[in-house]
Structures are given as C-alpha cells and as structure tokens.
C-alpha cells in the first residue's frame, strides 16, 4: 500500500525517470562511502548521549555503552522498517531484557527515551537558526521557523523545570498520557547533574553536526554543489517530513521535499529526486545494516519487534514486564 502511494506522488509531482536513472549513473562512489561513515558516526554519538541519560536517571549497576549502542541500533532499524515510532520502544525491551530483576526499569528506561528526544532541541534549534540566517528560503518560512524556535526553547524550559521537581509517582491507576508523562520526568533525571545534561547536549551536536556532514557529502556523490546551508535545509525538512511517518521512511514524500527545496539552488528536479533516494539509502543502510546485525544477536526478528509491549504497559506485574523470549515469539506467530 505504501509504495502504491509512493508511485502516485512521484507521478503526480515527478520527473522523468529517465533523468532520475542518469543522475544515479554519474554517482560518485567514494562520496557515498564518505556519507555513510559520518552517518554511523552521528548513531555512536548519539547512542552515547542516550547512555548518559541512562546513567543520571537509573541507580548502579548501569548497562554498559555497547550494550546501549545494541539497543539503540535495534530501535533504528525498527523506526526504518515498520510503519509508527516502533524502534523507540523496540531499543527500551532490548535493555530491559539484559536488566532482569530490575523493576521499574521499562518504566525509566521509556522516560530516558523521553529525555534523549528533548536534549534533540538544542540541535534542532541551533540548525534552523543556522538555516534562518544563511539559507535560501522564503520569508513566511523563516516566519515559521522563528516560532519554532519559541516553541523549542518553550519545551526544553518546560521539561528543565519538570526535572528539577523530582519525586516519584506511582503509575499504577494512571491513564496513558499521565503515566507517559511521569515516565518522561523520571528519565529527564539527568538535568539535574549540570555536567550530565552538557555531556548529553554536547553527544547530540555531534550527532547532528556528523548528519548535516553526511547530508553535503552525499551532495557530492550526486555532483550538487549547493553550499552547506543547502544542506541543513535538507535535513530539516528531511525529519519535518518523517516526524509522523504514515508508511516506512515516508518514500517519496521525502523526495519530493528535498527536490522542491534544492529547485531554489539551481537543482534539477530530477537530480533532486535522485539525491532524495540517495541520500535516503544512505541513512536507511546504516540504520538497518547495523540494526539487522544487533537484532540477530539479540536474538529478535522482525514479527518480534511488532508485538513490543507499548509505554502503557510499564510498571505492570514482573511476570509480564520481563516477558521471557519464549512469549515474545509464541506472540509473534500469532500476529503474522
């Protein structure tokens, strides 16, 4: 169904495919293997953000960094394969496995999810500010991102604040959006530790610095020689676009936005298509390659990782909260 939709908006809005197949057969290889180096690079570091989180909000013994670079890759593979946010809870039932006798875990762990997701606002904010003061793009956009700066700075206030009233609630008897909340306030423990919060912040500029990289790299491999702030555009349209993925990587979709915006720098827009798959192959074959390599060490599949318990079944009894993998694949079956 998703790649019927995807057809019809590249019909609809899209090039010939012969100007697409051209800009694919002058690629430049080498570019390519540049991009996907900063691309694993950006998921280190940005594994290692979610690792302090995990450290600030969770007592000794904490998971080891490898172990949450698993899980982290684990969850990315799921975000690129299946349809919804599935990987983010995917990499929290890979920890919680290795954390038997831990209770409460899941519960935190979603919540360090939580906190990993908001110490993404720096970045964000410092990347549409860099694209408002250098990028190409019309005023009423630049309008737009000027309030999501205010938002942006709105929410991480919100949720520094949130963090320093620490206590603990019991989840039992709250509904979904209220547990999901105190969940997220016992993961933004590490606000609370000023050289905790820095050391995540800074983990996530890396991360994103190593992606706008990786973006121009693969600018190159496509012989678009649009300048960096080209670039961030991209990427900032590239997760706008996937923030709600109605089908996996919203295919198509993201291309059609990336060739409209580089249209504005001269860019063909059949060579912009081509640079959306590109680059969207390049992103998906870090996420999935690493993803696949963890997930058959952590003993999972695919059908496994789409009956995943959901966020508002943490704090339940510890006979289903650690559910053994016998019953993790006894569900799967039944769900195919």
Same mark, same amino acid.
Not at 32 to 61: E, F, K, Y
Not at 105 to 128: E, M, Q
Not at 184 to 205: E, K, N, Y
Not at 239 to 259: C, D, E, K, R
């Given at each position: ?24 057969? /002058? ?8 991009? *996907? %180096? !900063?691309?694993? @690079?950006?998921?280190?570091? =940005?594994? +290692? &953000? ?108 919100? /949720? ?8 603990? *609630? %019991? !989840?039992?008897? @709250?509904?979904?959006?209220? =547990?999901? +909340? &105190? ?119 695919? %059908? ?33």
């Amino acid at each position: 169904m998703f790649i019927a939709a995807a057809g019809a908006l590249l019909w609809w809005r899209g090039p010939t495919f012969r100007g697409i197949g051209d800009a694919f057969g /002058a690629v430049k290889w080498q570019w390519v293997v540049v991009a *996907i %180096a !900063l691309n694993l @690079l950006s998921v280190i570091v =940005r594994a +290692l &953000a979610w690792t302090t989180v995990i450290h600030q909000a969770m007592p000794p013994p904490h998971p080891r960094a490898p172990l949450v670079f698993s899980a982290f890759s684990v969850g990315l593979f799921a975000n690129a394969v299946l349809p919804g946010r599935v990987g983010e809870l995917a990499r929290v039932a890979v920890l919680t496995r290795k954390l038997p006798g831990r209770k409460g875990a899941w519960a935190t762990l979603v919540g360090t999810v939580f906190a990993h997701r908001v110490f993404d606002i720096v970045p964000v904010l410092l990347l549409v500010l860099y694209v408002i003061v250098t990028a190409n793009i019309p005023t009423s956009a630049r309008a737009s991102l000027l309030a999501v700066i205010a938002a942006g700075i709105a929410l991480f206030a919100f /949720a520094f604040v949130s963090a320093r009233r620490h206590h603990r *609630i %019991a !989840l039992d008897g @709250l509904g979904p959006v209220r =547990r999901l +909340l &105190a969940m997220g306030r016992a993961g933004l423990g590490v606000m609370r530790s000023p050289v905790g919060a820095a050391t995540a912040i800074f983990f996530q500029i890396c991360g994103w610095l190593c992606q706008i990289l990786a973006v121009y790299t693969a600018m190159r491999a496509f012989h678009i020689h649009s300048p960096l702030p080209a670039a961030g555009v991209v990427l900032l349209l590239m997760n706008v676009v996937t923030i709600f993925p109605f089908w996996p990587g919203n295919v198509g979709l993201v291309q059609v936005a990336i060739a409209s915006a580089l249209v504005g720098y001269g860019v063909t827009y059949a060579r912009g298509v081509a640079y959306g798959f590109g680059l969207q192959a390049i992103e998906a074959s870090v996420g999935i390659g690493v993803g696949v390599l963890f997930l058959a060490r952590e003993g999972l599949s695919v %059908a496994m990782l789409r009956v995943m318990p959901s966020a508002a079944q943490a704090e339940i009894p510890e006979a289903e909260e650690e559910e053994s993998e016998g019953a993790l694949a006894e569900r799967a079956r039944v769900s195919q």
